[in-house]
Structures are given as C-alpha cells and as structure tokens.
C-alpha cells in the first residue's frame, strides 16, 4: 500500500536531548513538509522540501533541522534549541505535479512530548 | 490579522441537519483552497478542494469560494455523528512562496 509513515508514534524527551522524528513515503512524492500542530491551532510549517539535497526553512524553523537525502526519507530533529517542543508533529507530502493544487496528503503523526 | 480565519466553534448541529462551515483569507492572490478534516489524535484528510468562484459538490459536501468576499466554506448535508471532527480550512496563497496556510479548525458535533 501506498502511503507515508512516520515514526514513533509517541516520543517522549528529556530536557537538552535531541530527538529525531522519522518520515517515510513511498508515493513518489517529490515535495515533503514538516508542521507542527498544537492545541486549538493550526498547523504551521516547520521545514519543507522540494527535491532531494535540498529544503528550506519554513515559518518555524528555528530548534529544529531537517535532511533530505532520499526522495522517500525526510527526517526532522529536534534539538535542544527548541525551548517547547511539546507537540503533534505531522509529514506531509505532495506530488510535483498535482495540477496546481498542491494537495497535502498526511502521515498518522508523532506526538512529542518533554519530560 | 490572521492569515486563514476560522470559528473555532464548537459548532453543535442535529443529526441529519446541515453543517455549515466558514473560512475567510487575507491574501487576494490565493489560488488554492482546501477543506480537511481531522478526528481526535489522527491526522488531517482532505475532504475537499476548490480553485474557481462557485459550489463545487462531492457527495454530501460542497464546498463554496468567493474570491471577491475572499470567503470559503464547507457545506455538511445529512450530518451524521462520524461527521464529528475538526474541519481545517488551508489556502495556497501568493505569499510566502506559494505556501499552504492552515486555519486553526472549526469543531463540528453532529448530535444523534
């Protein structure tokens, strides 16, 4: 089946440790996002990429690092620098050409939280 | 202001009864609009798109755009009790590198 996964579903983080979020689709996407979603708000971007070697920051970068080496892998960290990083954290992916409607089909989520 | 506007809600309605969801975006160049839905810890699904002025139908769902009112919004014919989720309104705009700006989502009861 195709689809996008992410890994773990539940992670739970001392204060000053960095943790990795796993996001793996086999849709041959080309676009991949990560947001953040906390309680009564909408998702923001953290981090997205268009092709493989290459993303950029989005809206909420900051404590946080991402790679793309691998059209299928998009992994996120989040680093000690991320002073609240309690959260549910969504992947995304959407095709190159999705006859401009960018529609943003979601992985199950992995829902972060500091001990 | 914020970008996407939505009514937090809860918005409570009948079973059987129409929902009616609304959404409101600032930039004017935005070409794109989305209606997902999101149960309790899950991730959102996409309902709905829609890019052109008018209704645009999908079983019991129409979703409804005025770009001159810069207004979108979601019509729930025949709610029913697993219609019960929050309803995240998204635009790809103009902005920001034609980015998808989320609302904070509107949550729906359909009661039984």
């Given amino acids: 089946d195709g689809g996008i996964t992410q890994s773990p579903k539940y992670l739970f983080r001392k204060e000053g440790q960095n943790v990795t979020l796993s996001c793996e689709q086999n849709l041959n996407h080309d676009a991949m996002y990560w947001y953040r979603q906390d309680p009564g708000q909408g998702l923001r971007l953290i981090y997205y990429s268009q092709i493989v070697n290459d993303f950029q920051k989005g809206d909420i970068a900051e404590g946080y690092s991402v790679s793309r080496e691998k059209k299928e892998s998009f992994p996120l960290t989040v680093t000690s620098a991320q002073k609240n990083p309690t959260a549910f954290y969504l992947c995304a992916s959407t095709p190159a050409d999705s006859g401009g409607t960018d529609t943003q089909y979601f992985g199950p989520g992995t829902r972060l939280t500091v001990l | 202001q914020k970008e996407v506007e939505q009514n937090s809600g809860p918005l409570s309605v009948p079973e059987g009864a129409i929902a009616s969801l609304n959404c409101t975006y600032s930039d004017r160049g935005s070409q794109s609009f989305f209606w997902y839905r999101q149960y309790s810890g899950k991730s ?69």
Avoid at chain 2, 65 to 91: E, M
């Fill in chain 2, 44 to 112: 959102p699904e996409l309902i709905m798109f829609i890019y052109s002025n008018g209704d645009k139908e999908d079983g019991r769902f129409t979703a409804q755009l005025n770009k001159a009112s810069q207004y979108v919004s979601l019509l729930i014919r025949d709610s029913q009790p697993s219609d019960s989720a929050t309803y995240l309104c998204a635009v790809k705009g103009r902005t920001g590198g034609f980015k998808t700006i989320f609302g904070a989502g509107t949550r729906l009861f359909v009661k039984a």
